[in-house]
T-cell receptor, first 116, second 112 residues
Framework: DTEVTQTPKHLVMGMTNKKSLKCEQH?????MYWYKQKAKKPPELMFV???????INESVPSRFSPECPNSSLLNLHLHALQPEDSALYLC???????????????FGPGTRLTVL | AQSVTQLGSHVSVSEGALVLLRCNYS??????LFWYVQYPNQGLQLLLK??????LVKGINGFEAEFKKSETSFHLTKPSAHMSDAAEYFC??????????FGQGTTLQVKP
């Protein structure tokens, strides 16, 4: 299985809602990533988990809260978002994440988030 | 610090014509380089990668790229464009911590 899955595919939420995005991979990868992508822009890294521990937080606002329950799952909890947070949220995984490592990342299809 | 520059935010070719998407990188160490493609409303798919070894890298869907250290380039080519190649293409370099640094992307339009 060489696939990263993400649910839901689309999500519409109000600014007072709490919702979660889910990502799953069964490739035995030990690094998982959350990206945010605005239209016609490259993905922006948000968080990196390595061996189920948060290793990088790219100064993301606290209204985004990541969670890695196990090596195959990655969640992104959303609370009190703003309309400017509307974007495509991509999850990715890779075999390992280390200095000078070969870092082929496999991406999921994304969740299209709209904040009203 | 590593960085990537993609020359041309929009490239238009006719079906059957050569595709050339340009990517230049900056890296203080031997780079790991990648090309990803993104079709509308989809995630990114790896086209090809350069880590070490052969400088001409072949990827999926008939694409290939040549790593030229002297020119710090990693341009993507395909001999004959298909309508299905229309998409957004991103060049990326892996930094020392293993993070991907993306270029701004190039939109490829294929005209019939």
């Amino acid at each position: 299985d060489t696939e990263v899955t993400q649910t839901p595919k689309h999500l519409v939420m109000g600014m007072t809602n709490k919702k979660s995005l889910k990502c799953e991979q069964h490739m035995g990868h030990r690094a998982m990533y959350w990206y945010k992508q605005k239209a016609k822009k490259p993905p922006e890294l948000m968080f990196v988990y390595s061996y189920e521990k948060l290793s990088i937080n790219e100064s993301v606002p606290s209204r985004f809260s990541p969670e890695c329950p196990n090596s195959s799952l990655l969640n992104l909890h959303l609370h009190a978002l703003q309309p400017e947070d509307s974007a495509l949220y991509l999850c990715a995984s890779s075999q390992d994440r280390g200095q000078l490592s070969y870092n082929e990342q496999f991406f999921g299809p994304g969740t299209r988030l709209t904040v009203l | 610090a590593q960085s990537v520059t993609q020359l041309g935010s929009h490239v238009s070719v006719s079906e059957g014509a050569l595709v050339l998407l340009r990517c230049n990188y900056s890296s203080s160490v031997p780079p790991y380089l990648f090309w990803y493609v993104q079709y509308p409303n989809q995630g990114l798919q790896l086209l090809l990668k350069y880590t070490t070894g052969a400088t001409l890298v072949k990827g999926i869907n008939g694409f290939e790229a040549e790593f030229k250290k002297s020119e710090t380039s990693f341009h993507l080519t395909k001999p004959s464009a298909h309508m299905s190649d229309a998409a957004e293409y991103f060049c990326a370099v892996s930094d020392l911590a293993g993070k991907l640094i993306f270029g701004q992307g190039t939109t490829l339009q294929v005209k019939p």
